[in-house]
T-cell receptor, first 117, second 114 residues
Framework: DTGVSQDPRHKITKRGQNVTFRCDPI?????LYWYRQTLGQGPEFLTYFQNEAQLEKSRLLSDRFSAERPKGSFSTLEIQRTEQGDSAMYLC???????????????FGAGSRLTVL | GNSVTQMEGPVTLSEEAFLTINCTYTATGYPSLFWYVQYPGEGLQLLLKATKADDKGSNKGFEATYRKETTSFHLEKGSVQVSDSAVYFCARRGDSGGYQKVTFGTGTKLQVIP
């Protein structure tokens, strides 16, 4: 397993366009998280899934944002009608539950950088 | 609410200097605490963690002790190297069993000069 993969790494779009990011977590991990990070700030929680169920969404996640994890494996994050304020690094992380060592520790992908012109 | 506050950077140190990056948290219980590191051009990586009071997390010469009485989890290293230059994030997760989101501090940029 090569870790958490995110695609694309960079996306430049015009305001008003829709964008979609994909995340492939570590295959044994049942939890998947989306965070957003802007320059000089720490990651901000957006949403998380356990298997295919979306269990929590941040108030930061406006109705222009939607995330799915249809088969409990990869996930997509779609932003509709993008705004300049959506420009950020979108981070995906995964983890596994249970009592084993390493449980509940987030493993992050390299991120998808969005620039909205 | 539940939050994490860490000292602002950037921090600039000479090689072999002693490092402390302060981190405090708010909580109603006993959250798990973490330090993550982000090297230039790379994703966040777990550096160390502690899951209960008085635990000491350690890795790569870095240490942090879970201090319940001061709600702190300060990161220390006795002798920094140029390769330690990165952004360091303090984080907390939950107060009790079950998942709760991981909340991060704003990050502290460390620059180590030869």
């Amino acid at each position: 397993d090569t870790g958490v993969s995110q695609d694309p790494r960079h996306k430049i779009t015009k305001r008003g366009q829709n964008v979609t990011f994909r995340c492939d977590p570590i295959s044994e991990h049942n939890r998947l998280y989306w965070y957003r990070q802007t320059l000089g700030q720490g990651p901000e929680f957006l949403t998380y899934f356990q298997n295919e169920a979306q269990l929590e969404k941040s108030r930061l996640l406006s109705d222009r944002f939607s995330a799915e994890r249809p088969k409990g494996s990869f996930s997509t994050l779609e932003i509709q009608r993008t705004e300049q304020g959506d420009s950020a690094m979108y981070l995906c992380a995964s983890s596994f539950t249970g009592g084993a060592s390493g449980a509940n520790v987030l493993t992050f992908g390299a991120g998808s950088r969005l620039t909205v012109l | 609410g539940n939050s994490v506050t860490q000292m602002e950077g950037p921090v600039t140190l000479s090689e072999e200097a002693f490092l402390t990056i302060n981190c405090t948290y708010t909580a109603t219980g006993y959250p798990s605490l973490f330090w993550y590191v982000q090297y230039p051009g790379e994703g966040l990586q777990l550096l160390l963690k502690a899951t209960k009071a008085d635990d000491k997390g350690s890795n790569k010469g870095f240490e942090a002790t879970y201090r319940k009485e001061t709600t702190s989890f300060h990161l220390e290293k006795g002798s920094v190297q140029v390769s330690d230059s990165a952004v360091y994030f303090c984080a907390r997760r939950g107060d009790s069993g079950g998942y709760q989101k991981v909340t991060f501090g704003t990050g502290t940029k460390l620059q180590v000069i030869p």
